[in-house]
């Protein structure tokens, strides 16, 4: 199945990378650049990242060039939610009823060099560092290189350049300057800054036993919702955890209230608002302090082609990260347009049946992924929130096809995100209905098994299943 | 009152050559650049136009430097729409109970051109043509042009650079790339043509006593309203009309419907839907076929500034042209710009100031601009919307400042169109239960001055009047 046919790819980041190799199994001579340096060489210089959730979309994606399970292999398995509340109580709350279901902790860089190892094994990939994207001829399919390191510019024609250059693309500068293609860029007004809570043996008091060497329980997504704002953790393998706080860049509880170098006021803050925190965050004044705030956007464009030139991942849809599918859905970008390639080759009809394929997809997962926000940091703490995770699982659990869960449909399927989210919302529906019907102060006065059952019945009518 | 303080205006369209005069006058020192030639000198190069409709926004900013009256004297009143229907029947519909309230169709080509003999009377502006903005350094406030005759290109260093410089500003480039600089270009799927209605002198057949040398009535806004498509028509001072089609490109009565180059088709469509229009289109066929199609585009961004530069008009916030209000909202940018100098002089505070105050406007009547299409090519003809639009305007009649029509404070007004919008909509909800209470078909049974009593009567209790 040798194509013989060219494809440009810039930007080496985990779709370009992930691309690269499907492509040349397919028989596809592929150029990978990338404007950093190797990070197998100069050690792993991301953007300044939020830690990974792969999920099932992001494992099917490799699983097709078969690396879902060394990438598994380390990974750490997340299958719910910590709630931390401002009195430093926990709460567990299950993604599922179903225990096999988990989201999985990965490091961006091991995963990225898994990926460039990939696909370097693949005789007809070329992988090109320090060569920085920096126009793109849309009529003629070629792009235009500089090299970091001696300021050579090389351009390349190609039979079809992809731009996984992230979201602020060089490869759809171009595009967005032809006719009748939309754009927009919308910034939220939070931002992130990253901190950390060392392994446990690091932590003076700490009980390295407890929890497998981790300072807190390391099979969660550690959240402290705290209304307007909230701070997160995910698990790395080093045993430590990667905190991220998203605040409010104005207001109140937000990153303009504190002085970052006024380490008293900072512990303060942090005592008040994510005590149990403060004991494992031994390095929190000096982190929050030298660490920056970033800010957090949504690009959306269409169509994602002009001609040859094709954008995936951020380049066509960078979304916020409170659903944990940025990379799944770059990852499944790269699925289907392989996919489409495998049916018919012909760039010329399969691009813009990707854009129109992918488009309402990305769409949904990027208002998807901004109401998690607001789910993550307001309502996942609230009683009656958790009454309805409890109505929806139960029926989940009864009726495992009938009756599927947005987050599960997101997280745990292949199912296209705008079909899930469809159906996420009909669901909800049924939930607030059955709880209506069965309200909280009720379901106190039943055992388990009763109330599951009343549950069960109410949904099973209310679905006519 | 000499500031001393140099200004740099990319950009010598509207807005530009305005803000030029304005700051003049006001002691600033002003470069004036744009990339075209000086169309006094080779004729006027515009961009594809739209004829423009001036209104009070545009003649009240026009008015702060004395050019209210001169250009109102080439202008061509336009008190209502003249609406076509597909049997060629004619009905005006009046903009306003007020007789003196009416839209003026101007050249843009001759308004850019009384703005620029403006701009050069005054000692302090500087005009440079050919000069095409490529870059801004916003944080040393420097703007870069090239020169299209000897590709030199000039840094300009200035107490502030404004980017007047339309919907594809090259001063806006930079601050895209900036953190936290929300933008969007969205693209109807409609697009436009321009089309030709001669002198009546020049038609066979026409009678040129008729309308004063027209071939169709001269003192209105021509719609010929056709669902999801329509064409419009605005008077020249020449006696000529400039005639718009805004139709989709895909789809029914659309562009891709006809061979532009098939005379027959594209004339036997005309007849069959604007069939009065067709005997005073002598060069239908020919204009047709000559002429593109042009799309569509509604920018924003937000903030408008950063540090000390700066955008106006389309560059800050374009349009469609429904509600012919793009030139005015530009001419209103400039005014609030200027007045906010006024009071106070510093760019730091000043330019924030305005962003502040002009964004939700600007999306008011972006968003308008785009509601008025649907009204003019679908509701317009509706006999309920133009029962209600009666109601509307006896309302307004007898309560001149109580009862304000959407449409009388965009075009005959000053209010900001963000409370324009909020005051027009709670009308059009107590016209819509007056119309509820007095249907049309009871209506029919009155005397005119007996259903307006009534009207009037409803209309003042429902607002407490």
């Not at 902790?105 to 460039?116: F, P």
């Not at 024609?157 to 032809?178: H, L, N, Q, Y």
Request: some cysteine.
């Amino acid at each position: 199945m040798a194509h013989d046919e060219h494809v440009v790819i810039a930007g080496a980041g985990l779709a370009g990378a992930l691309l690269a190799v499907d492509l040349a199994r397919m028989g596809y001579r592929v150029d990978l650049y990338e404007r950093r340096p190797d990070p197998r060489q100069a050690g792993y210089i991301g953007g300044r990242s939020i830690n990974l959730a792969l999920s099932v979309r992001g494992l099917t994606a490799l699983a097709e060039v078969g690396l879902d399970a060394p990438v598994l292999e380390d990974a750490i398995r997340m299958p719910g939610r910590m709630l931390h509340d401002a009195q430093g109580d926990l709460t567990f709350q299950a993604y599922s009823h179903d225990p096999a279901d988990a989201i999985n902790s990965v490091s961006r860089g091991g995963l990225n060099i898994t990926l460039l190892d990939a696909a370097d094994a693949e005789p007809n990939v070329a992988i090109h560092f320090d060569e920085r994207c920096v126009d793109a001829d849309l009529d003629e399919t070629i792009a235009v290189f500089k090299n970091n390191a001696t300021g050579e510019v090389t351009q390349v024609k190609a039979d079809c350049i992809v731009g996984a250059d992230g979201a602020f693309s060089a490869i759809r500068a171009p595009m967005m300057r032809t006719d009748r293609f939309d754009y927009s860029q919308t910034y939220l007004r939070h931002g992130y800054k990253e901190l950390v809570i060392p392994p446990a043996i690091e932590i003076e008091g700490a009980d390295p036993t407890k929890h497998d060497g981790f300072a807190i329980e390391p099979n969660a997504l550690h959240i402290w919702p705290r209304g307007g704002s909230m701070m997160i953790a995910l698990p790395n393998a080093d045993k430590s955890f990667t905190c991220t706080l998203f605040w409010p860049f104005e207001g109140d509880h937000a990153f303009e209230s504190i002085d970052p170098n006024d380490a008293a006021s900072v512990r303060a803050f942090f005592t008040l608002h994510y005590p149990d925190a403060v004991p494992v965050m031994p390095t929190l004044t000096d982190d929050y302090s030298r660490n920056p705030v970033s800010s957090l956007v949504t690009v959306r464009c269409d169509p994602w082609h002009r001609n040859r030139t094709v954008l995936v991942g951020d380049a066509a849809h960078a979304i916020v990260p409170f659903f944990g599918q940025g990379m799944n859905a770059a990852f499944e970008d790269v699925r289907v347009l392989c996919s489409l390639l495998r049916e018919d080759g012909g760039f010329d009809r399969v691009l813009p049946a990707y854009s129109e394929a992918r488009k309402a997809n990305a769409d949904a997962i990027a208002d998807m992924a901004l109401d998690n926000f607001i789910e993550m940091r307001d309502t996942v703490a609230d009683e009656e929130f958790l009454y309805r995770k409890r109505v929806e699982q139960a029926l989940h659990g009864s009726m495992p096809e009938r009756a599927q869960p947005l987050y599960n449909l997101v997280s745990f399927s292949n199912i296209p995100y705008d079909e899930a989210r469809e159906k996420g919302r009909a669901l909800g529906r049924i939930v607030a209905r059955v709880a209506e019907r069965l309200p909280r102060q009720e379901a106190a006065l039943l055992t388990d098994d009763a109330w599951n059952e009343r549950v069960v019945s109410i949904g099973r009518e209310l679905l006519g299943a």
